[in-house]
């Protein structure tokens, strides 16, 4: 089945940098378009970067120029490199399809915290 496993989360200050890692398994990791998801306290979820299977890649507004997604097929594995960290980048991030819902699989997400 499918198992998405995110790390790299931790504290940072203002203007600090973190690079989060997911490992995934249980898909054709190398045909799926993979995406980066943000959930902060009170608010839904919201999709902040996004990587097609051939490495196209998009960002949200809120991030662009700030984050940047990559991937490894060899490893199954895709990555967050975030920048220039504001406290509003403050929540819990999970890797997944760019699509997935609250009814599909998600992993437990990582931490980031952002303090000002």
């Known amino acids: 089945q499918v198992q998405l496993v995110e790390s790299g989360g931790g504290l940072v200050q203002a203007g600090g940098s973190l690079r989060l890692s997911c490992a995934a398994s249980?898909?054709?990791?190398?045909?799926?378009?993979m995406a980066w998801h943000r959930q902060a306290p009170g608010k839904q979820r919201e999709s902040v970067a996004a990587?097609?299977?051939?490495?196209?890649?998009t960002y949200a507004d809120s991030v662009k120029g700030r984050f940047t997604i990559s991937r490894d097929n060899a490893k199954n594995r895709v990555y967050l490199q975030m920048y220039n960290l504001k406290p509003e980048d403050t929540a819990v991030y999970y890797c997944?399809?760019?699509?997935?819902?609250?009814?599909?699989?998600w992993g437990q997400g990582t931490q980031v915290t952002v303090s000002s």
């Open positions: 990587i097609t299977s051939i490495g196209t890649t």
């Open positions: 249980g898909i054709m990791f190398s045909f799926n378009d």
């Open positions: 997944n399809r760019p699509y997935a819902g609250p009814n599909d699989y």
